[in-house]
């Protein structure tokens, strides 16, 4: 798989997995008040993404094929690009 394409689905999925839990959360038991519902679920949506994103990336240091909570075992790399 190409390495941008591994990027993006590493980047993502905790964005999705944190919208998920967000909405769960909200959903069954975290009282949100109306009038900052949507700052504050904005909020909590990017907390959370944060929160997994960390805790993934850290068990993906001590246990490599743990990498696929982020969506792909593999660690995309980066190279200089080249000059001309």
């Known amino acids: 798989m190409h390495d941008q394409i591994i ?8 964005v999705a997995v944190g919208a998920f839990l967000t909405f769960l959360a909200v959903r069954f038991g975290v009282v949100v008040p109306e009038d900052v519902s949507t700052g504050l679920t904005t909020g909590l949506v ?22 696929w ?13 080249d000059r001309p």
Do not use: C, D, F, M
């Open 7 to 14: 990027s993006l689905i590493r980047t993502y999925v905790p």
């Open 46 to 67: 990017g907390l959370v993404s944060a929160l997994y994103y960390a805790i993934a990336r850290a068990l993906e240091q001590r246990w490599p094929w743990l990498g």
């Open 69 to 81: 909570l982020l969506g792909a075992p593999k660690q995309p790399t980066y190279r200089a690009p």
